[in-house]
C-alpha cells in the first residue's frame, strides 16, 4: 500500500512539472512573437505558431521522464493521469488502517433511543443500583397511590354518629295537621278510598300538599324508595331498634347514610296516592320496634 502511494505522489509531481513547462512554453513562444513583430512588419492577424509550442513541450516532456527516470510514461498516459490525479491519490482505507473499531447498535457501547435501554449501558454494580432504584420509585409511587385512596376515603366517610332513643325522650310532631287515621293494632278501622276496615299501623296527618315534613327525632337516614300505596317514603334509623318512616312525600331534602337532627327537613307533602285519593294528600308516619309496629301517638310532645 505504501509502494502505491509513493507512485501516486510522483504521478502527482510529474503532472505538476508537465502543467509548468505548458506554461513556460507559452510564454516563451508569446515573448518571441511579440519581438518579431516589434523588429519586422506587422502582420495582419494576431498569429500563434501552435506547431512550435508542441514541439517544444514535446522536448520538455522527454526531459522530464529522463530526470524523474521514469521511460514507461508517454505524452497522453500524463494526460490521461492528470484528469483522474484526485482518485489514484485517494489510497482506500480499510478496517486495518483505523485506530478504532465501528460501534454496532445493540452492542452495549452506544445508546440509541428507542434501541436500547439505559440500563444495558450498565454493567455490575452499578446495573444492580439502577434496578433497585427504579424498584424502589414503584414502591412509593405504589404507596402514594394507596395513601391518596386512603385520604380520599377518609373524607368522604360519613363520621359514625351514636343513635339512642327512647319512649321516654318522645316524639316531635312532623307535620303541623291534625290527625287524620289513628294508629290501631288492635281493631280495625274504615279506609274510605278501599271502602273496607283493615288495621293501621301507622299515624295519618291531615297536611296541605306543599306543607314541610320535619324529622320527629334524630336520626339515620337507611333508606329512600317508592311504595304503591303510601308513595316516595323515607326510613330513618333511631337507634335501640327504632325506626321511623315518612310517606306521601315529594321534594325529599335526604339521602341514604346521612344524618338528620330533630326537627330537621325531611321534604314535603305530594298530592295522596289513588290508595288514599278520598282521604286526601296526608302525611302517612309509622314507628317500628324491632320490626313491629308500635304506637307513636302516645309519644307525640
Do not use: W
Amino acid at each position: 500500500m505504501r509502494r502505491n502511494r509513493k507512485n501516486s505522489i510522483k504521478k502527482e509531481r510529474i503532472i505538476m512539472l508537465a502543467s509548468s513547462a505548458f506554461v513556460l512554453a507559452a510564454l516563451t513562444m508569446t515573448g518571441v512573437y511579440m519581438k518579431e513583430q516589434n523588429v519586422e512588419s506587422k502582420d495582419d492577424g494576431y498569429t500563434l505558431d501552435f506547431t512550435a509550442l508542441e514541439e517544444s513541450a514535446d522536448d520538455k516532456f522527454e526531459e522530464i521522464a529522463k530526470n524523474n527516470q521514469q521511460t514507461d510514461y508517454s505524452k497522453e498516459q500524463i494526460i490521461h493521469n492528470n484528469t483522474n490525479v484526485t482518485q489514484e491519490i485517494q489510497p482506500e482505507v480499510t478496517e486495518d488502517d483505523l485506530d478504532y473499531m465501528p460501534l454496532e447498535v445493540g452492542s452495549g457501547d452506544v445508546e440509541i433511543p428507542g434501541l436500547t435501554s439505559s440500563l444495558e449501558t450498565l454493567e455490575g454494580a452499578d446495573l444492580l443500583e439502577a434496578e433497585e432504584e427504579l424498584l424502589a420509585e414503584a414502591e412509593t409511587s405504589e404507596e402514594d397511590a394507596e395513601n391518596a385512596d386512603k385520604e380520599a376515603s377518609s373524607q368522604n366517610a360519613v363520621v359514625e354518629k351514636s343513635l339512642s332513643f327512647t319512649e321516654a325522650d318522645g316524639l316531635l310532631r312532623p307535620v303541623s295537621g291534625e290527625i287524620l287515621m289513628n294508629y290501631s293494632m288492635d281493631a280495625s278501622v274504615y279506609f274510605e278510598t278501599l271502602a273496607q276496615y283493615k288495621y293501621n299501623p301507622a299515624v295519618i296527618f291531615s297536611a296541605t300538599e306543599g306543607t314541610t315534613v320535619n324529622a320527629c327525632a334524630a336520626g339515620k337516614v337507611i333508606n329512600v324508595y317508592e311504595d304503591a300505596q303510601i308513595g316516595k317514603a323515607v326510613t330513618l334509623d333511631l337507634g335501640n331498634g327504632y325506626q321511623a318512616t315518612y310517606g306521601q312525600l315529594k321534594d325529599v331534602n335526604v339521602s341514604v347514610d346521612s344524618y338528620v337532627e330533630e326537627g330537621d327537613l325531611i321534604g314535603a307533602i305530594a298530592a295522596p296516592t289513588k290508595y288514599y285519593t278520598l282521604e286526601g294528600s296526608n302525611l302517612y308516619f309509622q314507628l317500628t320496634k324491632d320490626g313491629t309496629p308500635v304506637n307513636p301517638e302516645v309519644m307525640f310532645r
